[in-house]
Each structure stands twice: as structure tokens, then as C-alpha cells.
């Protein structure tokens, strides 16, 4: 979908013309923000233990690695199952503290899509539902979540019939450290540095989108940088094949080609060097501490059985 109808020759001349510098720039920030990330998620998971930056980090590329070759984004847990190791965490704890960061970066695309609502391009109407749809969806998950961690919902499921069997008795128990580490930020004393260092990240994923662009010849201003940031999140956060291969290509081609009016084989490119900054890079380190860290891929099926 993403390539069909345009020039491939014309697309390879946009390709070639792509600055490299500023590739590399981008790249730079982007492995910088997985610091402030495992910076952040460190603080998340302080109340259950003290966990060294260097393992947390480890673990944060750990999960980039595994979603870029795992479907359905299967590397969150896979990222949880590598910071528990050799520590009193259990995995579904960190789990759950891994569900509480994805709701809050969730929760910045919503405050960024709600403060450019005034300029936000909704006569597109693919654009309008599925923008719409997100945030109402995002919104409806986060107050479920909500609810369900402050009346504790898991406590009700050990009430059911089939709780008493040895596979209800692991959902049980998986589920309470779930609810567990989601308890967390009721209970964490970093709020403010939890807070700070997701403003600095979305502030360094707005800069690398600002150079991307600059890299890929385009020239868009400022809020459209945000608009673009924001339907950038949403294909990319759709949870289809590895690395968000193809609905993140055709996703971002169709946004500038219909909201910003760039000729498709332009916004074809941009949508090809972005997806390769936010991909390959990752997806290399991550390989990287997956070996260090003497884990399997079918580490994710003993999950069960080690919370």
C-alpha cells in the first residue's frame, strides 16, 4: 500500500538526496531518549527495588529489539522478563510498571492532540476517526485502568470457579503482581522527576521529527510538526507486524500527502527514513544486550510459570 502507484525511480533520486548528517543527528537523539526512557522507567520502578541504570537500560533496548521482530509488541514483555532477573522483582510487577509508562506516553499524544485541536486537519475524514477513535478509546482504556488498580478488579477474579485450577491459580497470580506494579504511582516518590523526563522525551522526539524532515528536503511549521508528531505516534503504536513494518510506511505517506499536500514519492521517503532511524538503530543495540543478557526469545512462554 505504501509503494503502490509511485516512481520508484524518482523515490531512489529522493533517497539519494536524503542528509546524511542530519540522519545521523536524528539517530544520535533517538538513542538519547532511550536513556531518558530507562531514566524514567528506573524511577517507575524504585518502590519495588533498586535496579542500576545499566540494567535498566539493557532491558529498554531489550524491548525495542523484541518488537522490531516479535508481532502484537510482544517485546514489553520480554523487556520485563530481562529487568527481573537477578532481582526481588517479579516480572509481572515490572510488567505492570511497563503498562503504566506506555499509558503515559498514550496520555502525552491525547495532551498533544488536545492542545492542537484548534489546527488539527479535520476535514480528512480518515484522519478525523482516526484520531478521534484513538484519543476516545485511549481515554476510555486509561479510566478503565484506573479503576480497575484503585478497587483492585483481580481480587474479584479469585472468586470465579475457574480460579481453583492449577491455570487459574497462575492467572491469579500473574494478574495480582500485574496490579501490583500498576499500584506504583500511588505509591512513588518521583512524580516530578517521572513528569520531567517525559516532557524532555516528547521534547526530543518533536526535535528529531523538526530534523527528519529538514534531512528529507521538507519544510512544515511548527504545530504541523506536532500534528505530524502526533499521527506519527498512532500508526507507529499500532500494534500489527514487527516494527510496525508497512501501517507506519503507508500511515505517514498518507498523512503528508493529504494533509500537508507533499507529493507522494517526497512523503514516501520521509516515511522511509524515519521508519529506519526509529527501527535498525534500536534494533541493533537491542540485539546487542539481548546476547549480553544470555536470554531466549522463548523466554516470554516461562513468564507464566516465574511470576
Known sequence: MAFQGEDLNELKFHLFQTDLVDVC???SLLVFSCIIRALRWQFLLEPFDTIQFKKVFGATMVGYFGNGVLAFRLGELLKAYYVSKGTNLKVMQAFGTVIIERTMDIAAVIIIFILLIPWFPFEDNYIRYGALGFTGISILF??????AVKYRLDRNVKKLKWSSSNFGMIAFNAMSRLFEGMEILGKNENGWKIISTSILLWGIYYIETLILLRAC???LELLEIGILLVLGSIVFGIPALPGSAGTYDAGIKYSLVMVFNITGEKALNYA???HFVAYFPLLIIGLIYFFMGNIRLDAIKRVEVES
Not at 142 to 147: A, S
Request: glycine fraction near 14%; proline fraction near 0%; avoid cysteine.
Open 25 to 27: 543527528f536524528a539517530i
Open 142 to 147: 486509561i479510566i478503565g485502568l484506573y479503576l
Open 217 to 219: 528536503g521538507l519544510s
Open 272 to 274: 522511509i527514513i524515519s
